[in-house]
């Protein structure tokens, strides 16, 4: 799947989260992430998070920031 793909889709998660607090918002979208994600999608997001993250919302990054990486990276 396309970086610009797996961006477009982290940030439509945290559209969906936006409307709540930070504290709750932030811990959601990596939940969602984690559990819906397959590990090399996780992977791919993380590393291109990890690379400065550019056109992911504020939101999202911080997220994907808490995420560990998947075992089979």
């Given at each position: 799947m396309s970086p610009d793909r797996l961006i477009y889709m982290a940030n439509q998660i945290?559209?969906?989260f936006a409307a709540q607090k930070e504290s709750e918002a932030v811990p959601g979208?990596?939940?969602h992430?984690?559990?819906f994600w397959d590990p090399r999608m996780r992977a791919r997001i993380i590393a291109?998070?990890?690379s400065g993250g550019d056109g992911l919302d504020p939101l999202v990054k911080q997220a994907i920031s808490n995420l560990k990486p998947?075992?089979?990276a």
């Open positions: 945290g559209k969906f979208i990596k939940t992430i984690e559990k291109h998070n990890t998947p075992p089979s």
